[in-house]
């Protein structure tokens, strides 16, 4: 099936939070730092000034620059806030740093006039909470949606409905603009006169895999054509309770691995008890020895802690997924969290 995913990241993150807090700080090139700038404003990158550069050669670029010290906890606090409205709009959602994540909006995206409809809805939210912008991108998998997102940057977004309008995009630009493709390997890459994604096109699958590795070669062959097959892993977020298992020597008996997955089951379900917690969503994750991940839900209407429907939802989710290669993890989770006593409470409320 098509999806339909969503990336957002917050715009010169540590140092917009500065600003918003500090009036004086908002005409001014800024810069958040101890001995190494973690992040410029958008004033002093206009200055050449960005990321890991020194105090001292920032300051040197622009003398009358603004340092103001890093303060952690307030960035990991202004973080939470925005990953908990996130999650009230979908729980598939995959945080990958403080400021930045990814939403599977397949599910929800009918539920809006239209894709640029729920990015702007989207961002309008987080500036009203925050009073923070952030850029938004929606593609047909991670890969889109990252190059997306990043387009119209600060404070837009940009859409790619399927792969060719990826490719037309992609093509002309330079080969590093891919995820995975470091400096090292780019260097590489232009001594076989590969500079740009649409030198790749040249190549067959095999002749890269050849070349480079079937790592680095599938990588180059699939993402210079939008094709991207990892899943958004929302068995992590903040509003799940769970566990996974990593298996030092993978696993492949059928017997093995159903034991396994009730184990975790059985170890997830207690702590959900303990918590005193109901939930709506059963969450099964797998990884299997190349690295392929499925992350594969199950939601249902009404919040539950009855063992006997959840263990249902768990075998129904298990036989779904074909373990036709050897398993290196197995993780069961719960998702879409609620307190007991509050759902007495809205219940009381009701009748
Ligand atoms: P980024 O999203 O890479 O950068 P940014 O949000 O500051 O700017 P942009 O508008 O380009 O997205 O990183 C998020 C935060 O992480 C950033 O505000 C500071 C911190 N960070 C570091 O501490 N060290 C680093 O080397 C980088 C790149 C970021
Ligand atoms: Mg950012």
């Known amino acids: 099936m098509k999806r339909i995913i969503m990336h957002y990241d917050m715009d010169a993150f540590y140092a917009s939070i500065e600003?918003?807090?500090?009036?004086?700080?908002?005409?001014?090139?800024i810069v958040v730092a101890g001995g190494v700038v973690t992040t410029a404003n958008y004033e002093a990158r206009k200055f050449g000034i960005h990321s890991a550069m020194t105090t001292t050669d920032a300051k040197?670029?622009?003398?009358?620059?603004?340092?103001?010290?890093?303060?952690?906890?307030?960035?990991?606090?202004?973080?939470?806030?925005?990953?908990?409205?996130?999650?009230?709009?979908t729980h598939k959602a995959e945080f990958i740093a403080l400021d930045e994540g990814f939403l599977d909006i397949t599910d929800i995206i009918h539920k809006f006039s239209s894709k640029e409809s729920f990015g702007n809805i989207f961002r309008k939210r987080i500036f009203e909470i925050t009073g923070l912008s952030c850029s938004v991108g929606i593609g047909i998998n991670k890969l889109t949606?990252?190059?997306a997102s990043?387009?119209?940057?600060?404070?837009?977004?940009?859409?790619?409905?399927?792969?060719?309008?990826f490719i037309e995009f992609i093509r002309h630009k330079k080969i590093r603009k891919l995820p995975g493709v470091g400096a090292k390997f780019e260097q590489v890459l232009n001594k076989n006169n590969i500079f740009l994604v649409d030198d790749?096109?040249?190549?067959?699958?095999?002749?890269?895999?050849?070349?480079?590795?079937?790592?680095?070669?599938?990588?180059?062959?699939?993402?210079?054509?939008?094709?991207?097959?990892?899943?958004?892993?929302?068995?992590?977020?903040?509003?799940?309770?769970?566990?996974?298992?990593?298996?030092?020597?993978?696993?492949?008996?059928?017997?093995?691995?159903?034991?396994?997955?009730?184990?975790?089951?059985?170890?997830?379900?207690?702590?959900?008890?303990?918590?005193?917690?109901?939930?709506?969503?059963?969450?099964?994750?797998?990884?299997?020895k190349d690295r392929e991940t499925i992350t594969r839900s199950k939601t249902r209407s009404i919040p539950t802690d009855d063992k006997e429907i959840l263990k249902g939802m768990l075998d129904e989710l298990?036989?779904?997924?074909?373990?036709?290669?050897?398993?290196?993890?197995?993780?069961?989770?719960?998702?879409?969290?609620?307190?007991?006593?509050?759902?007495?409470?809205?219940?009381?409320?009701?009748?």
Not at 215 to 229: N, P, V
Request: aromatic content about 10%; some cysteine.
């Open 19 to 29: 600003m918003r807090d500090n009036k004086k700080y908002r005409s001014k090139p």
């Open 60 to 89: 040197k670029l622009c003398p009358k620059l603004v340092i103001v010290p890093v303060n952690k906890d307030k960035y990991l606090e202004e973080s939470k806030i925005i990953q908990n409205l996130v999650l009230k709009i």
């Open 145 to 147: 949606a990252k190059i």
């Open 150 to 165: 990043d387009i119209h940057k600060p404070g837009g977004q940009y859409i790619f409905n399927n792969e060719e309008e």
């Open 200 to 288: 790749i096109f040249k190549f067959s699958l095999k002749e890269l895999t050849a070349k480079y590795g079937t790592a680095r070669g599938e990588l180059l062959y699939t993402y210079s054509r939008g094709i991207d097959f990892r899943e958004v892993d929302f068995s992590n977020s903040t509003h799940s309770i769970g566990n996974e298992n990593t298996f030092r020597i993978p696993i492949d008996s059928d017997v093995e691995i159903s034991r396994e997955i009730e184990d975790l089951f059985n170890w997830s379900y207690n702590r959900l008890i303990k918590k005193n917690l109901l939930t709506k969503t059963l969450i099964l994750k797998v990884r299997f």
């Open 318 to 351: 298990s036989s779904s997924v074909e373990f036709k290669k050897d398993v290196k993890l197995l993780g069961v989770s719960f998702g879409n969290l609620e307190n007991r006593s509050n759902r007495q409470l809205t219940f009381e409320k009701l009748y």
